[in-house]
């Protein structure tokens, strides 16, 4: 066994744990390998262990990743900030974009988005423990925004995304995902119909399954410390 493959076991296995708490089918929950900082080479041995989707958060490093891989079944998640100079190649390379916090990005993303692919999947990214200096919007500013995107029509608006505070204790983590559950369930009593709740990481994504999360994120519990040699 690769070492790929005994991090991808084990963290199957918590997500098989978690789930079975709580009783939800582990079909309904997608494993995001998140693979910044990490090679080609890499990628592809996490794809040979069964993983299809990958998650990079700097776009000058990400293309040529997805370029040398595009004879293989991937799915491409932008999770990084983004910068309007940007957004083009984020529109044709990316299948999903997880961190849309400004309208004016989520135009661009919408006039650039090529035409002969499908609508480009997104998440709004909620500062859901109100932290200063942390990417997302407020929650009282969610609606406003959904209700813009919504108009878009090269832009498929699925969910929310958010990166909690670092807590240790899994009780507690389980209060902001809590919140983030109950916000989309809000904008789906209000007509929207979204299906997705990116949020989790290595250090959490128990308490984040427990609360409904449908796509957890993780780097290092896949890939070791992120700048680490070893193949
Ligand atoms: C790096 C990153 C992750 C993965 O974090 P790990 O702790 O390595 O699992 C998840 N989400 C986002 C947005 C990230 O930038």
């Known amino acids: 066994m690769t070492k790929i ?6 963290i199957q296995r918590r997500i098989q744990h978690a789930a079975q708490q709580c009783e939800r089918d582990t079909g309904s929950i997608t494993l995001l390998a998140v ?8 990628i592809l041995q996490a794809y040979q262990a069964g993983l299809t989707h990958f998650g990079e958060s700097y776009v000058q490093e990400s293309t040529p990743k997805i370029n040398a891989l595009a004879d293989h079944p991937l799915t491409w998640h932008f999770i990084g900030p983004i910068q309007s100079n940007k957004t083009h190649i984020i529109a044709q390379h990316f299948d ?3 961190c849309v916090q400004r309208i004016k990005i989520a135009q661009r993303l919408n006039e650039q988005r090529p035409l002969q ?5 997104l998440c709004i990214q909620i500062n859901i423990s109100n932290e200063a200096n942390k990417a997302g919007i407020p929650q009282n500013a969610l609606l406003e925004l959904a209700q813009q ?3 878009f029509p090269r832009l498929q608006l699925r969910g929310l995304m958010a990166i909690p505070q670092k807590l240790d204790n899994p009780q507690q983590q389980r209060i902001a995902f809590e919140q983030l559950r109950s916000l989309m369930h ?11 709740l990116s949020m989790g990481m290595t250090n959490d994504l128990e308490a984040a399954i427990i609360e409904g999360a449908t796509i957890v994120r993780v780097g290092t519990g896949l890939f070791g ?7």
């Not at 692919?117 to 999947?121: E, I, R």
């Open 96 to 98: 999903w974009v997880h």
């Open 225 to 231: 410390p992120r700048n680490e040699t070893e193949p």
């Open 5 to 10: 493959e005994q991090r991808l076991h084990f």
């Open 117 to 121: 692919l499908p609508p480009l999947k």
């Open 149 to 151: 995107i919504k108009r």
């Open 35 to 42: 693979s910044k900082k990490q090679p080609t080479s890499r």
């Open 186 to 196: 809000n904008l789906n009593q209000q007509n929207f119909q979204l299906d997705t």
